[in-house]
């Protein structure tokens, strides 16, 4: 879900911003919602959150930090 978040499109974007601005990008927060009890709704997340991190490599973030909420 999006509804607090951005597309991986968008994080990309996001990404080449804070290059563009020097902000130095350290990692991914995400939060599935309190009521979430489906299991694979945390591996999408994850997944989607691995994408970011690579994104961030191949702009020369060093990306450490996973914040799953």
């Known amino acids: 879900s999006v509804k607090f978040g951005a597309t991986l499109k968008t994080s990309r974007l996001l990404l080449e911003r804070a ?3 020097e ?4 990692g991914v927060s995400f939060h ?4 979430c009890t489906d299991p694979e ?3 999408q ?3 989607d959150a691995r994408c970011v991190f690579d994104m961030g490599v191949e702009l020369g973030f060093c990306m450490y930090l996973l914040d799953i909420g």
């Open 23 to 26: 902000i130095d990008v350290i």
């Open 19 to 21: 290059k563009d601005l």
């Open 45 to 47: 997340a994850i997944s």
């Open 41 to 43: 709704t945390f591996v």
């Open 32 to 35: 599935v919602g309190s009521g």
